[in-house]
T-cell receptor, first 111, second 118 residues
């Protein structure tokens, strides 16, 4: 069945770049998402990428997709303490359908 | 802005009680979803609905049921609450497939209900 894998923890220093990695197993996935969850809150969509794209950049965020290896990454440039949160990778076949989530990567940013 | 509202942020109930978690969205979305979130397990899909009075089981439906009497409201019901249902419950909504990919907002989430079963 479908599976999405992420490392559980990442610790960086303020000002450094963070790279959160994700692998997925379903080659028919069409949409891949990154969500952010701050403590005590719901999920906030950060960015997304279609499977026919290799890269997407949005301000400090860069998403890279290696479809051959089924590998997705999220790079946060100039990481700030406010970026400390749990980051979820998710995939779906079609926009608007149920998502399959990874277990989440807890990003800790120290000053 | 889309708003998904879950009726309670925190809820404490007793074993065996029937528990209702309510979710309302204000964007006329056809699709609605219930997930539970547990440490180390991520989000798991409980039930979803693509239309009024329609429901489909997700990955972990056992011990739960849902109700979708109106388009804007999707209720999750714990028929007889048990301690292993202590969790964070998240509701989400979205436009249906084929309605055009609404960029940046494929699924909107509520703030979650942290449910404790004693």
């Amino acid at each position: 069945g479908e599976d999405v894998e992420q490392s559980l923890f990442l610790s960086v220093r303020e000002g450094d770049s963070s790279v959160i990695n994700c692998t997925y197993t379903d080659s028919s996935s069409t949409y891949l998402y990154w969500y952010k969850q701050e403590p005590g809150a719901g999920l906030q969509l950060l960015t997304y990428i279609f499977s026919n794209m290799d890269m997407k950049q949005d301000q400090r965020l860069t998403v890279l997709l290696n479809k051959k290896d089924k590998h997705l990454s999220l790079r946060i440039a100039d990481t700030q303490t406010g970026d400390s949160a749990i980051y979820f990778c998710a995939e779906s076949y079609q926009a608007g359908t149920a998502l399959i989530f990874g277990k989440g990567t807890t990003l800790s940013v120290s000053s | 802005d889309v708003k998904v509202t879950q009726s309670s942020r925190y809820l404490v109930k007793r074993t065996g009680e029937k528990v209702f978690l309510e979710c309302v969205q204000d964007m006329d979305h056809e699709n609605m979803f219930w997930y539970r979130q547990d440490p180390g397990l991520g989000l798991r899909l409980i039930y979803f609905s693509y239309d009024v009075k329609m429901k489909e089981k997700g990955d972990i439906p056992e011990g739960y049921s849902v109700s979708r009497e109106k388009k804007e409201r999707f209720s999750l019901i714990l028929e007889s609450a048990s301690t292993n249902q202590t969790s964070m419950y998240l509701c989400a909504s979205s436009v249906p497939h084929g309605a055009g990919f609404n960029s940046n907002q494929p699924q909107h989430f509520g703030d979650g209900t942290r449910l404790s079963i004693l």
